[in-house]
C-alpha cells in the first residue's frame, strides 16, 4: 500500500485553510472531479499539477502542460517540476499548497506551563495607567477637587483604549481569521503606559534640565510610539511580511511628524520657548546652578545676537503678530 | 490695574459722525455778546490769520490720512505744530506729503524742519512768508504763569473748522516725566499742535492730548519746548528725508539715557512681601496699585498679591508704535494649601510669559530669550532665583531694545516672589544696569 500523502492548501497569509488526506503512486490536483484533489480555483486548469514520487523516493510536482502554469511561491518565474521537500509552497492558479508525507518531522510539543492569564496582565496596566493619569490630574489641580474633573478624563481614556483594541480586533479576524482581543488590548494597554511613561519623563527632564525641545517635540516620541503600537498590532493579525509592515507605519509615522514640525519650525520667528513653560517643584531642578555673573554674561551675548537680527531686514514671510492698537 | 489711556489729538481717517446734523433755524440773529465772551472774541479775531489746518496726504490717493492744527511763529513762515501730526509724513516720506490750510481757505505745501519726538513737537515752514504770527509768552517760558488763569485753545477738532475754546491753565502735570500743562478745557482730536494763549493772545503751550476717562482733562506741551526748538530750525540745519528715522533714534536714545540716569537720582525704596524683600522706584512719575486674590470666594487654594509700578513716560512714534514705557510688576503667590506640585502648576498658570506688548515685526526684531537658575548668595539673603531675560531690538533705531526680565525665587515650594521688569526703547547697557539693581535686591528673610 502506497503511504500517506498530506495537500495542505494555504492562505494568503500562509496559515493551513484545508488540508486532504490522499494515497496512491500520482495524485492529481485540478479543478475538475476527476482529481484526487479538487480545488475551486477559477484559474487552474481542469487537470493541473500531479504530485508522485521520483526514484529517491521524494515528492514531485510537475505542471500537466497547463495555460497559468505553476510557480515555486512568491516567484514569477514558470516551473515545470519541483521536488517538495514539505516546506516548499507551489503556487497554482491563486492557490498555495505544499504537501507533506508521512514522515515530515513535526517539532516537539510544547510544554504546558501554568501561564498567567491575560486578563490579571491587563487589569493590572489598566490600574497602573488609570492611577498615573488621576495622579497627574491631582498634581495639577489648582482648584478644589471635584469628582466630575477626574471621571470623564479616565473613563474616556479606558473607553479609547478598549475600542481601539476592538478596532484591531476586528482587522484582525478579517485578516486572519482569529480576533485575539486579548493580545491586542495588551498591546494597547502597553503601548499607552509607555506614552503616559514617557509624557511625565519628559515634562520632569524637560525642567530639571532646561532642556526645553524634549517638551516642544514630545509629539515626535509619541508618533513614534504609537507607529510602535501599530507595528504590534499588525504583528499579532499575522507574522509574514514584517518588514513591508514596519516601512509602511515608519513611513506614515514619518509624513505625520513632518506635517506637525513644519508649521513649528516657520513659527520659531515668533515664539522661541526656551525658556520653562511647566512650571515643576524647585527640588527637581536637576542642571547645576550659574552665578549672577554669568547670567549676565550669557545676557551680554544675546545682545550681538539681536544685532545681527536688526542687521537683518524685516522679511516679508509670515503675517505679523496682532500688535497693540492702544493709543 | 487701573491704567488711564491717553488720547492724542491728531484726527486719524477712521472719520467721526454727528449724531444729528440738523440745518440751523433761521432765527433772528442774538444779543451782542456780553463782556465776558468777548476776550475769546478779540484773541480769535486776532489769531485767525495764524492758525493752520495741517493735513498728511496720501500721495498716491491725494486724499487725508490725517488731521491736525499749528500755528504760525516768527517770521519767515514758521510754523509749530505736534510730532504726531508730522509723524506719518516723517517716518514716510515717500508716501505721504503735508499739507496745510489757512483760515482764508489759502491752501499750499508744507516743509518738515526740525522734529521733538519726546515733547512731541515739529517746526515746518509754509510757503509764505509775509504772515502774521504769534508770539510765545516770556511768562510761561519762565514758568510763571499762576493756576487758574484763563486759556484760550484754538485748532480745528474733528475737521468742522477753526475753533477757539476757553479753559484753566492748571499747572505742570505733576506724575509725568515729560513736562506737560495740565489744561482744563474740551480739547478735541484735529487740534493737537494748536495753540493755547493767554489773554494777551501769546501762547502758553501747544495742544497735545487729553485724558480718556475723565471730563475736559487736556494737555499742552510748555511754550519753552518750542522756543529751542524753533532756534534749532533756524539754526539752519536741514532735516533730510533720509534723516529724519535716524534722528528720531538719536532723540529717544538721549531721552532714555536722561530717564534712566534719573531714576537712578530719584532713588529706590525697599518693600516687602511676606518673608521677601524687593525694590522700588521712588521717582514721582511712577504710578503704583495693588491687588489681591485673599477676598475671594471661594476662598483660593493660593493667593497672590499683586503690586504693579508703571512710568508716565510713554513716548508716540507711529501709530502703531509707542515706547518709553517702563514697568515693575511683583507678584507674592504664597500657597494655602497646594501640594508642591500643584503650587508649581498655579505658577504656571499665573505667572505671565516674558513677552513685551504687542510685537509687529515692522518694529521690532524677533524676541530673544534666555534662561538661568540662579545660585543663592554665600550669606543666603539672596535667595535662588529662576531669571528669564527676553529682548529684542528695534529695526530703525540702532542701539535700542525692548526687555522685559522676570525672576522668580526657587527657595520654597510654598511661596514664591515673581519680580516682572519691562523695560521699552532702552539701551542695553541701561537694561543691564536696572536689571541687576533690581534682581540683587530679591532678598529673603525667614
Redesign the interface.
Known amino acids: 500500500m502506497d503511504p500517506v500523502i498530506w495537500i495542505e492548501i494555504l492562505s494568503r497569509h500562509r496559515a493551513v485553510v484545508a488540508r486532504y488526506r490522499v494515497s496512491g503512486p500520482e495524485i492529481r490536483i485540478g479543478r475538475g472531479y476527476g482529481n484526487d484533489v479538487v480545488i475551486d480555483d477559477p484559474y487552474l486548469a481542469v487537470e493541473h499539477v500531479r504530485i508522485r514520487r521520483d526514484e529517491s523516493g521524494a515528492l514531485v510536482a510537475e505542471d500537466i502542460g497547463t495555460a497559468n502554469g505553476m510557480f515555486s511561491d512568491r516567484s514569477t518565474g514558470k516551473i515545470e517540476r519541483v521536488v517538495l521537500d514539505g516546506d516548499r509552497i507551489i503556487r497554482i492558479g491563486q492557490t498555495y499548497l505544499r504537501a507533506r508525507d508521512a514522515s515530515y518531522a513535526v517539532v516537539r510539543e510544547r510544554p504546558l506551563k501554568r501561564q498567567i492569564g491575560t486578563w490579571p496582565v491587563a487589569l493590572a496596566l489598566a490600574a497602573a495607567i488609570l492611577g498615573m493619569e488621576a495622579l497627574s490630574l491631582?498634581?495639577?489641580?489648582?482648584?478644589?477637587p471635584k469628582l466630575s474633573r477626574y471621571l470623564p478624563p479616565l473613563l474616556g481614556l479606558a473607553a479609547g483604549v478598549l475600542s481601539w483594541s476592538a478596532a484591531w480586533a476586528i482587522l484582525c479576524r478579517i485578516f486572519s481569521g482569529q480576533a485575539r482581543f486579548e493580545r491586542n488590548l495588551l498591546v494597547a494597554l502597553v503601548g499607552l503606559l509607555v506614552l503616559t511613561l514617557y509624557s511625565d519623563f519628559a515634562e520632569s527632564v524637560g525642567f530639571a534640565l532646561?532642556w526645553y525641545p524634549i517638551a516642544s517635540y514630545d509629539y515626535v516620541a509619541s508618533y513614534s510610539i504609537v507607529a510602535a503600537i501599530c507595528f504590534w498590532h499588525l504583528r499579532v493579525i499575522g507574522p509574514s511580511r514584517l518588514k513591508i509592515k514596519a516601512g509602511v507605519v515608519a513611513a506614515l509615522a514619518v509624513i505625520t511628524i513632518a506635517a506637525q514640525t513644519l508649521p513649528q519650525i516657520e513659527a520659531r520667528?515668533?515664539a522661541?520657548q526656551?525658556?520653562?513653560?511647566?512650571?515643576?517643584?524647585?527640588?527637581l531642578?536637576l542642571?547645576p546652578?550659574?552665578?549672577?555673573s554669568?547670567?549676565?554674561a550669557?545676557?551680554?551675548r544675546?545682545?550681538s545676537?539681536?544685532?545681527r537680527?536688526?542687521a537683518?531686514?524685516?522679511?516679508a514671510s509670515?503675517d505679523?503678530?496682532?500688535?497693540?492698537?492702544?493709543? | 490695574m487701573k491704567q488711564l489711556s491717553i488720547l492724542l489729538l491728531a484726527a486719524l481717517a477712521a472719520g467721526s459722525s454727528v449724531a444729528c446734523a440738523q440745518p440751523a433755524p433761521s432765527s433772528p440773529p442774538p444779543p451782542p455778546s456780553v463782556a465776558r465772551s468777548s476776550a475769546a472774541e478779540r484773541l480769535y479775531a486776532a489769531a485767525r490769520p495764524k492758525l493752520l489746518q495741517i493735513r498728511t496726504v496720501v500721495v498716491a490717493a491725494g486724499q487725508q490720512s490725517s488731521i491736525g492744527s499749528g500755528f504760525l511763529v516768527g517770521a519767515g513762515g514758521f510754523a509749530i505744530t505736534n510730532y504726531h501730526v508730522v509723524s506719518q509724513f516723517a517716518l514716510e516720506p515717500a508716501t505721504y506729503r503735508l499739507e496745510y490750510t489757512a483760515a482764508d481757505a489759502s491752501r499750499g505745501e508744507l516743509t518738515l524742519l526740525a522734529i521733538d519726538v519726546p515733547n512731541d513737537l515739529a517746526v515746518v515752514r509754509i510757503d509764505k512768508r509775509d504772515a502774521p504770527f504769534f508770539q510765545l509768552d516770556a511768562r510761561a517760558v519762565a514758568g510763571g504763569v499762576p493756576k487758574g488763569e484763563h486759556l484760550y485753545s484754538m485748532g480745528n477738532p474733528l475737521d468742522l473748522g477753526f475753533t477757539i475754546v476757553e479753559g484753566t491753565y492748571n499747572g505742570p502735570v505733576e506724575r509725568s516725566y515729560n513736562e506737560r500743562i495740565h489744561f482744563t478745557g474740551a480739547v478735541n482730536p484735529g487740534m493737537s499742535g494748536g495753540p493755547a494763549v493767554a489773554a494777551d493772545g501769546r501762547v502758553v503751550g501747544i495742544n497735545v492730548s487729553k485724558q480718556l476717562g475723565g471730563e475736559l482733562v487736556s494737555f499742552l506741551v510748555p511754550a519753552r519746548f518750542a522756543v529751542a526748538l524753533l532756534k534749532r530750525a533756524q539754526g539752519n540745519v536741514l532735516l533730510s528725508r533720509e534723516s529724519i528715522r535716524a534722528e528720531i533714534g538719536r532723540q529717544i536714545a538721549a531721552w532714555q539715557a536722561g530717564l534712566y540716569k534719573s531714576v537712578d537720582e530719584q532713588g529706590f525704596r525697599s518693600i516687602s512681601f511676606g518673608p521677601y524683600r524687593a525694590l522700588e522706584s521712588t521717582a514721582p512719575w511712577f504710578t503704583c496699585w495693588a491687588r489681591t486674590t485673599a477676598g475671594q470666594v471661594p476662598k483660593p487654594r493660593a493667593t497672590v498679591d499683586t503690586t504693579s509700578c508703571y512710568s508716565d513716560t510713554r513716548l508716540f512714534i507711529a501709530s502703531d508704535l509707542n515706547t518709553g514705557f517702563i514697568q515693575v510688576t511683583y507678584s507674592y503667590f504664597r500657597s494655602v494649601d497646594l501640594n508642591p506640585f500643584q503650587f508649581a502648576a498655579f505658577l504656571s498658570q499665573h505667572v505671565e510669559s516674558p513677552q513685551i506688548g504687542g510685537w509687529s515685526k515692522k518694529w521690532y526684531t524677533q524676541q530673544r530669550c534666555h534662561e538661568e537658575f540662579i545660585a543663592a548668595s554665600a550669606t543666603g539673603d539672596h535667595p535662588r532665583l529662576r531669571a528669564v531675560w527676553c529682548a529684542r531690538a528695534y529695526h530703525e533705531f540702532a542701539g535700542l531694545y525692548d526687555v522685559s526680565v522676570s525672576t522668580m525665587t526657587q527657595n520654597s515650594s510654598s511661596e514664591v516672589l515673581v519680580a516682572a521688569l519691562s523695560l521699552q526703547g532702552v539701551s542695553y547697557e541701561n537694561a543691564v544696569t536696572v536689571a541687576k539693581r533690581f534682581l540683587e535686591a530679591v532678598q529673603w528673610t525667614p
Open positions: 491631582w498634581l495639577g489641580e489648582t482648584n478644589s532646561s520667528d515668533y522661541p526656551n525658556y520653562a513653560r511647566h512650571l515643576m517643584p524647585p527640588a531642578r542642571a546652578l550659574r552665578s549672577e554669568g547670567f549676565f550669557d545676557v551680554e544675546l545682545k545676537r539681536l544685532d537680527d536688526r537683518k531686514p524685516a522679511s509670515g505679523s503678530a496682532p500688535s497693540d492698537s492702544e493709543d
